[in-house]
């Protein structure tokens, strides 16, 4: 596993911070979501480039206590293309993730949501010259979003996901994020 410090860090104190806090209905659920996934290609002595495709998840959780949960589930990022220097190149993410997940009620229907865990990402990428590679990286994952009950069965839910650096290797790497919206049903 390859941790940054800092996200190491920020990782602990999201977590430490959304737990006391946190407030959210016990049980299974399950969730999916659609959005955007914004990924940025850094590419020594070409330059770099961004690139934002359609996504989408799904996933599931437990709410363990009103006040902390574990979720699991699975990102489709899309796949990115760009010319750098005349060189093309295209991206195509796919990550596992794991989290702790806290909430900060606002009322009775809607909470303000946080997330702290390990992201598990496989990325093809491939040039326009006949490369290609599959790149496995283990990052951490931060989120931060909001839930909106309908009902007691079913929510609106729309969270924001930094994944970090996807890929890293030596004269390339890759980051990415996903913003998403989509609808949580509680067993």
Not at 59 to 83: D, F, K, M, P, S
Not at 95 to 100: E, L, R, S, V
Not at 102 to 113: D, H, S
């Amino acid at each position: 596993m390859k941790f940054s410090h800092f996200k190491f860090a920020a990782s602990l104190i999201v977590a430490a911070v959304a737990l006391p806090a946190a407030a959210q209905q016990q049980g299974f659920y399950s969730d999916f979501s659609v959005g955007s996934s914004k990924q940025h290609l850094i590419v020594d002595n070409l330059g770099d480039f961004n690139d934002r495709t359609t996504a989408w998840k799904i996933l599931g959780g437990y709410g363990i206590t009103q006040y902390v949960g574990v979720e699991g589930g699975y990102i489709e990022l899309g796949r990115a293309r760009a010319n750098i220097a005349g060189f093309s190149f295209e991206s195509k993410p796919r990550t596992f993730f794991a989290a702790i997940t806290g909430a900060l009620p606002v009322n009775t229907q809607f909470a303000l949501t946080g997330k702290a865990g390990v992201a598990i990402s496989r990325t093809r990428i491939s040039d326009g010259a006949g490369f290609s590679t599959t790149e496995r990286y283990t990052n951490s994952l931060l989120g931060i979003g909001a839930t909106y009950k309908f009902t007691d069965k079913l929510s609106l839910v729309g969270e924001y996901e930094d994944l970090g650096k996807i890929v890293k290797q030596p004269g390339y790497n890759l980051k990415a994020n996903v913003t998403s919206i989509g609808l949580r049903y509680q067993f």
